[in-house]
């Protein structure tokens, strides 16, 4: 096991297994792209496989707390898919971008408590490394009904 991964059973986390197409619906794109030395992360969600779990409307079904949840695991997804596509986590040298959408009712403000819970994850994981900029936009609607959806842009060796 590599650095990160010591890092993930240090804090008790588990990755989940990589995001996978409910039936039905079939996969058009790459989840993770790699070029040019870095890799392009296509939108996750708070999914082990094929599995949703959690759904719901932020400030209607949802609590801003729920939702954060909902963000670390999405994060976790992500990193399965990195992990899938890398090999292994310890080749992931920087976090660049992040861009995190929040599935919320009309009014709803607080998008960036939302997404800190990807980023917090990531900051507990890779430190000075993990930073990065991002974006945190209201959604009316996003996929499965998730409150929350993450991409990234990281930098690989």
């Not at 080749?91 to 408590?113: D, E, I, Q, Y």
Request: with cysteine; charged share 25%.
């Amino acid at each position: 096991m590599g650095k990160i991964d010591d890092r993930i059973e240090e804090l008790g986390l588990t990755l989940p297994r990589p995001f996978a197409p409910p039936p039905g619906v079939e996969f058009k794109f790459d989840l993770v792209r790699v070029h040019g030395g870095l890799a392009y992360v296509s939108g996750h969600l708070p999914v082990d496989g094929d599995r949703v779990l959690v759904q719901g409307k932020v400030d209607a079904d949802v609590t801003v707390e729920e939702a954060s949840e909902a963000a670390r695991l999405t994060g976790l997804s992500i990193l399965a898919s990195l992990r899938q596509e890398l090999g292994d986590l310890d080749r992931v040298r920087g976090w660049v971008k992040a861009l995190g959408l929040v599935n919320c009712t009309p009014g709803f403000s607080k998008t960036p408590a939302v997404v800190n819970g990807f980023s917090e994850l990531i900051l507990e994981l890779w430190g000075d490394a993990g930073h990065h900029s991002r974006s945190a936009i209201g959604a009316a609607e996003l996929p499965f009904d998730v409150p929350v959806e993450v991409e990234a842009i990281v930098e690989v060796e």
